[in-house]
């Protein structure tokens, strides 16, 4: 490093060892501080650029850079598969990481199998050992909960979204209110069914995500509380994928005559509505969703599909980033950043 200097001009008597007796460290320590190395106090790392500036071992430029933070590393683990809103959100976060940079924040995306707790656990704690926030749809198991609790010893930070993991040292969930979406959800299908009796039925992700439990609950308990002339028929599991809601909705359809109304707690609704089609009753049978994609948008226009909950996408990324910085500063983790809402959306009312 000395040599560097002297190749651009500077005094050959200021050295690392000048800076680090002015600063009182090693000169081991002047060398890891000075190449953005980690495990240095940051009250050391200031005496130590300090020393650097008042010496004028540094030019401007070169002290600049030093003094600027390690940009904030961000990893969104989500699902893969045919869930077209997961896919679209890890778009987003592809276009977020050029948008960001210029912040000094680095992010990115990857898509793990959805839902193997073990898979989720050994994809957490490897990218634990080189980021500083993690954000991802958790699965409610213990494994999963205490890799977080894990990570968190490591001060590294995770944030669920879209569903939450309950008793863990996550630092904040980024999602809807799953109670209240099954309930908007329950309210709306038992209102466009009016007054005919009939079944209905739930197509879920999965179980183990505490986001499609909970929104099953809240439907169910709204149908007892406001439409007693509706009966829940089961909840069938489609793993977010569009072939398997199509299987699931069609042994429905067949075994039912009297179904009236479908909802579709996960993604992949366009299997559901192929179902609905196929049967002739895409237009009598009220199917309520998640998700505003462009499939589930044509699925809204040609009437098949009559409502959508939706989390906004871009607000869900930033919200993260916001979050990560809160923590990343000593802040509480949601100062200034809004709860997300649920968007209903129709096809009378399409953004």
């Known amino acids: 490093m000395e040599n560097s200097h002297k190749r651009r001009g500077m005094s050959p ?18 060398d890891r501080v000075l190449n953005h190395r980690p495990g240095v106090r940051p009250a050391t790392v200031q005496a130590v650029l300090k020393a650097a500036a008042g010496l004028g071992y540094l030019p401007q430029d070169d002290l600049y850079k030093a003094l600027r933070p390690q940009p904030m590393r961000l990893v969104f683990l989500l699902p893969a598969g045919t869930n077209r809103y997961l896919n679209m959100l890890g778009d987003y976060v592809d276009v977020a990481r050029e948008q960001l940079e210029p912040f000094n924040v680095q992010c990115r995306c990857r898509h793990i199998e959805g839902f193997n707790p073990q898979v989720l656990v050994d994809n957490l704690l490897r990218e634990g050992r080189r980021a500083d926030g993690i ?8 494994l999963v909960r205490e890799a977080v609790n894990t990570l968190a010893e490591k001060n590294v930070h995770t944030i669920t979204l879209i569903s939450d993991l309950s008793s863990s040292r996550r ?9 209240a979406a099954g309930r908007t959800a329950g309210l709306l299908l038992g209102r466009f069914i009016g007054p005919r009796a009939g079944k209905v039925a739930m197509i879920a992700g999965s179980r183990h995500y505490r986001g499609h439990e909970e929104r099953e609950m809240g439907f169910q308990h709204i149908l007892e509380e406001k439409f007693p002339a509706l009966r829940m028929v089961g909840l069938r599991e489609g793993h977010d994928d569009a072939q ?41 049978t009220v199917f309520i969703g998640h998700g505003l994609t462009p499939d589930t948008r044509a699925l809204l226009v040609d009437g098949s599909l009559d409502a959508i909950l939706n989390q906004n996408l871009h607000s ?3 919200n993260s980033v916001r ?9 509480e983790a949601m100062a200034g950043v809004e709860s997300m809402q649920i968007s209903v959306v129709l096809n009378e009312n399409l953004p």
Not at 13 to 30: C, H, L, M, P
Not at 171 to 179: E, I, M, Q, S
């Open 13 to 30: 008597r200021i050295g690392i060892a000048d800076v680090a007796r002015q600063a009182g460290v090693s000169t081991a320590t002047v």
């Open 135 to 142: 954000a991802f749809m958790a699965l409610e198991h213990p």
């Open 171 to 179: 630092a904040a969930y980024v999602g809807l209110d799953n109670r």
């Open 244 to 284: 398997t809601n199509y299987r699931q909705s069609r042994q429905l359809l067949d075994q039912y005559p009297d179904l009236v109304g479908i909802y579709n707690i996960g993604g992949a609704s366009d299997g559901v509505a192929q179902a609905l089609k196929e049967t002739g009753r895409d237009q009598s």
């Open 316 to 318: 869900t990324i930033t």
């Open 323 to 331: 979050i990560f910085a809160n923590l990343r500063e000593g802040r």
